[in-house]
């Protein structure tokens, strides 16, 4: 299996099913004129949140990482007209591209990002009162998902989804040895998991336009 068969039915089952419209196709060419790095997630991923978010019937969503705000838009768009959705990015260059792309898909009034470490807006957050959120999604520094798991727990309710991004990353994951600072996260976060039976979880992998990496589930029971 090569990265090239992995692009080709990625693009299949995303030309018929999750093809991105004007707003997605700017957003990514906002990014790219911008000099951001291409590692939002796949179209087909994107879909996948959107599909996660409008079953959990989420009103309310918190994104940390946002880059230039394509999966928020994919996020933003299975929100009602009264939804609400905050996304925490540390970098304001990106912050700024990704408020473009929400006003330009319509989303500016639903969607809010907001500059700072996640670790400096999380506490802010929940000292306004912010939350209960419906769904959250993990997307920044890897090595901080133990703690962004950790305000994640504090900012939902029972019945609350948790999505967290590149949990494999290659497969570094199930190495024991393992120095990688984002790795060692992804690992601590997984075993607070484990550990919390107020949660339910799952990992699965992914192959795909953007490599072998995999998302964590988690579900709040209590
Ligand atoms: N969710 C986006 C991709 C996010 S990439 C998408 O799929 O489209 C990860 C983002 O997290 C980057 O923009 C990076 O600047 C941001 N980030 C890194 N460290 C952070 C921190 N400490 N607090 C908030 N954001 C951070
Ligand atoms: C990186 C971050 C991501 O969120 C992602 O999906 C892929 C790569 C990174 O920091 O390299
Ligand atoms: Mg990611």
Do not use: C
């Not at 959990?56 to 299975?78: C, D």
């Not at 999505?163 to 984002?182: H, L, Q």
């Amino acid at each position: 299996m090569s990265q090239e068969q992995w692009n080709t039915v990625d693009r299949y089952f995303t030309d018929r099913l999750s093809p991105d419209d004007e707003a997605l196709s700017a957003a990514l060419a906002a990014a790219d004129a911008a000099g951001l790095p291409a590692i939002g997630v796949a179209p087909n991923q994107g879909k996948l949140l959107h599909l996660l978010a409008l079953t959990q019937g989420a009103r309310t969503v918190l994104e940390i990482g946002t880059l230039a705000g394509y999966s928020t838009i994919w996020l933003g768009r299975a929100l009602p007209d009264d939804g609400r959705l905050i996304s925490l990015e540390y970098d304001p260059a990106h912050a700024e591209v990704a408020r473009a792309n929400l006003a330009h898909a319509g989303l500016d009034k639903i969607a809010e990002v907001r500059t700072g470490a996640a670790l400096d807006s999380l506490p802010a957050l929940a000292a306004e009162g912010a939350g209960p959120f419906d769904l959250v999604f993990i997307d920044a520094d890897k090595r901080n998902n133990p703690h962004y798991l950790e305000w994640a727990l504090k900012l939902t309710r029972p019945g609350s989804l948790i999505i967290v991004d590149n949990v494999v990353r290659g497969g570094g994951v199930a190495d024991p040895d393992t120095t990688d600072p984002s790795m060692r996260g992804v690992q601590l976060m997984i075993e607070q998991i484990a550990a919390n039976p107020k949660l339910s979880a799952t990992a699965v992998q992914t192959v795909g336009s953007k490599g072998y990496d995999g998302f964590a589930l988690i579900r709040v029971l209590a």
